[in-house]
């Protein structure tokens, strides 16, 4: 069965610094991978998707950056965090259906709560 | 115009009862409907796909409207472990879902 992992789960970093998520798939390949961000009782925000490995697309344009190293990995970094990038980040995937993974519904990851202070 | 609009709640319903959530959607085009459940502080998790002909998991229905772009979820019986945020989420192109900002349900005893 295919599993998402997501780490850490809570993150408290000041801000300036640097970040850096991780979220690996199993179970599957080529899966469609997503970031999300849930601020405090806010919907959520797409970041950014994947379709495939170096394949990046940028929903909002903000200090944040994604990279897909590997077919099953997802990263999301930021050089120098802001207050405002304090939130929920989720990380999810779909399997990649000729349809697309939109139409597929996604699984989602336990998620990180970041807080810059 | 958003392009998922959900009432946000609370609703606040006595356990057994009966409660519907609405949302609408602005995109024609969209394919693919889902209802989503999110606990506290938890991720999201799918609680069903809505189809054209409407369906039925146990205690939930959901239904689509693709001529009102209107979707609705109803629950009978409620249950206390019923209480989260239920998200209405749409696809927007092939690739991507958008979602609602949830209508929150409280079941009390």
Redesign the interface.
């Known amino acids: 069965s295919q599993t998402i992992h997501q780490w850490p789960a809570t993150l408290v970093q000041p801000v300036g610094s640097p970040l850096s998520l991780e979220c690996t798939v199993e179970g599957t390949s080529n899966p469609?991978l997503?970031w999300?961000r849930q601020a405090a009782g806010?919907?959520?925000q797409?970041l950014f998707?994947s379709?495939g490995i170096g394949q990046i697309?940028s929903?909002v344009p903000q200090n944040l950056s994604a990279s897909r190293p590997q077919d099953r990995q997802f990263i999301l970094s930021s050089k120098k965090l802001l207050l405002s990038d304090s939130g929920?980040y989720?990380c999810a995937w779909s399997a990649d259906t000729p349809?697309?993974?939109?139409?597929?519904?996604?699984?989602?990851?336990?998620?990180t709560?970041l807080t810059v202070v | 115009r958003k392009e998922v609009e959900q009432d946000p709640g609370p609703f606040n319903v006595p356990e057994g009862a009966t409660v519907a959530f609405n949302c609408t959607y602005s995109n024609s085009a969209s394919q693919s409907f889902f209802w989503y459940r999110q606990d506290c502080r938890k991720e999201p998790k799918l609680l069903m796909s809505v189809y054209s002909s409407g369906n039925e998991d146990g205690r939930f229905t959901a239904q689509l409207n693709r001529a009102s772009q209107y979707i609705s979820l109803l629950i009978r019986d409620s249950k206390l472990s019923d209480s989260a945020t239920y998200l209405c989420v749409v696809n927007k192109g092939f690739q991507k879902l958008v979602f609602g900002t949830g209508t929150r349900l409280l079941v009390s005893p």
Request: aromatic share 22%.
């Open positions: 469609n997503y999300y806010r919907g959520l797409l998707y379709v697309s929903e929920f989720l349809l697309g993974g939109g139409l597929a519904g996604y699984t989602f990851g336990s998620g709560r």
